[in-house]
């Protein structure tokens, strides 16, 4: 699969999370992913599992990327993820064999206040 065809299959992935699609969602995954949350020390084996717990989320999901980088079997995608109105910003990054995600760690960030010392240093950034 080239990088093309990757960017695609992602597209299509983030479509499908966004729209509630559990099915299509989860074609990208090899049906042995592991898929690590390093935050809560969770893991994931198995397409099935992980279809099962995403179908199972209590919150209403939006999501909006930020962007999509990658080439070859790694690739990185940029998105908030609300949470029932609460925004968290997240990191996916999958690595694919044969064109299927295999492994993917997902980070996730609560917003917070910027401390004010700092404020003559920085400007505000739009949160999407």
């Keep these: 699969m080239g990088d093309q065809e990757t960017r695609a299959a992602l597209d299509r992935h983030w ?13 990208i995954y090899h049906d042995d992913v592991i898929t690590d949350y390093p935050q809560s020390g969770e893991r994931i084996h198995g397409r099935r599992n992980l279809q099962a717990l995403r179908s199972n989320h209590p919150a209403k ?7 999509i980088l990658g080439s070859g079997d790694l690739w990185i995608t940029e998105y908030v993820i609300d949470y ?9 990054i999958m690595e694919f064999r044969d ?3 295999v492994h993917e760690t997902q980070y996730f960030a609560d917003p917070f206040t910027p401390p004010a010392w700092r404020a003559k240093w ?3 950034m ?3």
């Design 126 to 128: 739009p949160f999407v």
């Design 84 to 92: 029932d109105g609460k925004p968290a910003s997240t990191i996916s």
């Design 61 to 67: 999901l939006t999501f909006t990327i930020r962007r």
């Design 99 to 101: 064109g299927k995600v």
């Design 122 to 124: 920085v400007e505000s």
């Design 15 to 27: 479509a499908a999370s966004a729209a509630g699609d559990q099915d299509v969602e989860h074609e």
